[in-house]
């Protein structure tokens, strides 16, 4: 597969990351299978959180990679922390990130982590505290890389104050039929809905300072609502997507992923899929580049406003 640099960091990684969030819905050998189908493909850029599953997911990865030091030697792994589902609140407390990646490396059977995100924002968060334990996951090589997930510009520049690591990569949530970080780059300063800035413009923020945007949830429309591909609440979307894999000769979801890749960013969106076939579509997108005209037919046929 395709790769790309991961913001400044130096790592080579594939293009397509593989979401592991919904894997403890596989049984067993069927987890083994996606897992290996993933390594064929050159896909063997993992993304994890501790709270995925309340911990198994991690747990049924490293089962079903058969984790030893040679495997860990091959893959790279991201884990994020930082929510605290049980107690209803973010923590970005030195303490609370060392003992979750303490947590992560054990699930994982590892003794390092290839990135770590700071997974949704913490108001009450004390960048000193962040750095500290940044310094201390980087000087003990628990933690190679760092990055956030779900923030605004703003935000990242006040962890970066402190931080001395730079912030590679920023996970967000981007699919054609959630492009607010895009149509409210469209519409500056006009009197509409699409106009509305949500996110302090990271999209631009990400590439102006060479950090990596994950998107994540790439299928989805609302927050989990469901799969906009073949769904009857998309159907222009849904022909105009159809009519571009006929002409490449791939599948509908091949292009959704390409669609996402064309944009000069360099997104490394995350794959949330759990089969292996759509896997494979979603890999096939690396070697698919879509015309100018094919990226915005499909992104006015999702309902995004140009002015
Ligand atoms: N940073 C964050 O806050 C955050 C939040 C959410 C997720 N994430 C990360 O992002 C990854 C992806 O998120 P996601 O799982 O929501 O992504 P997604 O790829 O948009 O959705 C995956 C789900 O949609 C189904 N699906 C996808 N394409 C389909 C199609 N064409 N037809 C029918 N079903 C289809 C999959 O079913 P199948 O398994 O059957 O294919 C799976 O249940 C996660 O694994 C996680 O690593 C991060």
Redesign the pocket.
Known sequence: MRTIKLGTSGLDVPVVAV????INSLEKKEAERFVQASLEQGANFF???DI?GGGACEEIFADAIHMNDSVRENIILQS?CGIRPAKGMFDFSKEHILASVDGILSRLRTDYLDVLLL??PDTLVEPEEVAEAFDQLASSGKVRHFGV??QHPMQIQLLQKYVKQPLVAN?L?L?ITNATMISSGFNVNMANESAVNRDGGILDFCRLHDITIQP?????YGF?EG?F??SDKFPELNEVIDEIAAKYEVS??TIAMAWLLRHPARMQP??????VE?LTDCIKASRVELTREEWYAIFRAAGNVLP
């Open positions: 979401g592991c969030m919904r993304d994890h959180a995925y994020k997974h949704r997930s779900n996970q949530q699919s994540w949830s790439p299928f989805q989990f799969v591909l073949g509908a979801t995350v794959t949330g899929t759990t089969n759509r």
